[in-house]
């Protein structure tokens, strides 16, 4: 009995991997080489900007990474409008955007004095700073907790701005950008699943959009099983069919994009 | 300089501590290690004895502006070893949300990377990732060279394999990087459980010798080393937990060289 368990339990392991491509993580990826064959001044070995959406790239094994082979989880910045980064060799970029920005004042500095160089880590040698952990508190329990109730309204705040797009998506018909939220909301509910996974601190913080009492944050959901679970189907129409949970999921998975 | 990111979008799979284990080992045999704890729950730099919430600034300052606040200006050195943290804070979660519409969100740890080594040599990196696949974990695969993914000889392994090499495959066609798989690792292993033996043979047919021959087994004295704020050989050398890290630091290098 105890044998044929296993053995059950073997073949539905195979059964289950058998399904599965684990291509990229077993030969590696590379987007770089063909770039750096393309242009002679261009360092292969450490790249200093992203390129555009490669074309079919052979890897040094010789590997090809299809172009569409796969979904995507990244924000493809071509399909999206957004200019790609260049960072010159040694040069630091700046935030762009004013919401960063702010952030940065909000978080950099909660008290708005200028910064004190006695609160920074004492140097060590010529290029590593700290020798010896900074343990000086810089902020009360309080102050901890309001951290942690702007970490989690920004994300709550987030998510219900996704969710509306998604909802406006949806009543648009249009799957790929509906599928395309999604993918932001399964990223932020990864996220909140990690600082706060049984909710308890969203509903004690008072975060907009906690969970009730009793109740966890949603799971992410990657497939149309974990979608239909989710309470984020609620945002689909009432009589959408396997194929539209497909098509949303595809393009959640980036294997299509909003232009 | 090898940077490896230890990474699986699966909680619990001893991420951390491998993280800082490995890494404690790397540096004990002279290797000039930084650990990079890119988790909101910054439990690596908890481990190692460092209260994140009393920091003024980790990473999470480094990946909003690196300008403003280098890597190098926030290392922290670890006991007396050439093993340095960056250390990770809650704060990284309001960060992910905050890089989310940024083209350039997914380069930042790369760049600041970049930035460290044109001052600092280090020859070894490892990222502790977040059990997600958000914009966190796609700064650790885009900046590093390897992939090293802990797993547990569990069913669902393959599952979150499958989708972690979705997402790599994924990230190939926006962003511009290189990675390979340094290797799959058995974590907490049971070495009795018929069940774990089972699952282990069948990771290691479907991966052949990118599994990693050592298997760290499941050792409470790993739990004990966390609680006492340093890594396992420093702690008790003799614990299977030690021995299991030191065997895997070995195999890590001869595979990198």
Not at chain 1, 119 to 138: E, I, K, M, T
Not at chain 2, 29 to 44: E, F, W, Y
Not at chain 2, 71 to 90: E, F, N, Q, S, V
Not at chain 2, 135 to 157: C, G, M
Request: glycine share 6%; aromatic share 6%; net charge negative.
């Amino acid at each position: 009995m105890r044998t044929d368990r296993m053995a059950s339990l073997r073949k539905r392991l195979q059964r289950e991997a058998d399904a599965f491509e684990f291509d990229a993580l077993i030969a590696g990826v590379s987007t770089i080489e063909a770039d750096a064959d393309q242009d002679p001044d261009a360092s292969a070995e450490t790249p200093s900007a992203p390129a555009p959406p490669a074309e079919p790239t052979p890897t040094s094994g010789g590997t090809v990474v299809p172009r569409d082979a796969e979904p995507s989880l990244a924000q493809p910045a071509a399909s999206t409008g957004e200019a790609r980064p260049a960072k010159a060799h040694g040069e630091r970029r700046r935030l762009s955007s004013p919401w960063a920005q702010q952030s940065l004042f909000q978080y950099g500095d909660p008290t708005g004095d200028a910064p004190d160089d006695e609160n920074r880590a004492p140097q060590l040698g010529p290029h590593v700073a700290a020798s010896r952990p900074d343990r000086r508190p810089v902020s009360r329990a309080a102050d901890r907790e309001e951290r942690l109730r702007t970490v989690l309204d920004t994300l709550a705040g987030r998510l219900l701005l996704e969710a509306g797009r998604m909802r406006a998506a949806v009543q648009d018909d249009d799957a790929d950008l509906a599928g395309f939220h999604l993918a932001h909301i399964n990223q932020l509910l990864d996220i909140l699943q990690s600082v706060d996974p049984a909710g308890d601190l969203a509903r004690q913080l008072g975060t907009r959009a906690a969970p009730p009492p009793g109740r966890a944050w949603p799971a992410a959901a990657w497939s149309a099983v974990e979608l239909a679970e989710s309470p984020f189907s609620g945002l689909l129409p009432p009589s959408a069919g396997e194929e539209y949970y497909r098509q949303v999921l595809r393009a959640a998975w980036g294997a299509s994009h909003p232009s | 300089m090898r940077i490896v990111a230890v990474v699986n979008q699966k909680g619990g799979v001893a991420k951390t501590t491998t993280t800082a284990n490995l890494g404690a080992c790397l540096a004990a045999r002279g290797l000039k290690t930084l650990l990079i704890d890119l988790d909101p729950q910054a439990n690596l730099t908890l481990g190692l004895g460092i209260e994140w919430y009393r920091l003024e600034t980790a990473l999470h300052s480094t990946l909003l502006d690196a300008e403003e606040t280098p890597l190098a200006d926030i290392l922290h050195p670890i006991a007396d070893l050439p093993l340095y943290l960056a250390p990770g804070h809650l704060d990284l979660a309001h960060t992910e949300a905050v890089l989310m519409p940024h083209a350039d969100k997914a380069y930042r740890l790369r760049n600041a990377l970049e930035d460290l080594t044109q001052e600092e040599t280090f020859d070894w990196v490892l990222i502790d990732c977040p059990p997600s696949l958000g914009t966190l974990t796609q700064n650790a695969i885009v900046a590093s060279s390897h992939l090293l993914i802990p797993t547990e000889p569990k069913f669902y392994a393959f599952a979150g394999m499958d989708t972690l090499n979705k997402m790599i495959v994924g990230l190939t066609k926006s962003l511009r990087f290189r990675v390979e798989l340094l290797g799959v690792l058995l974590t907490m292993v049971e070495r009795g459980t018929r069940l774990h033996q089972t699952m282990a043979e069948e990771i290691r047919e479907r991966f052949g010798d990118k599994v990693f021959r050592t298997e760290i087994y499941k050792n409470v004295r790993l739990s004990e080393s966390e609680v006492q704020g340093m890594p396992i050989i420093l702690f008790d050398r003799r614990a299977s937990g030690a021995q299991n890290y030191e065997s895997l630091a070995e195999e890590v290098i001869a595979r990198a060289n």
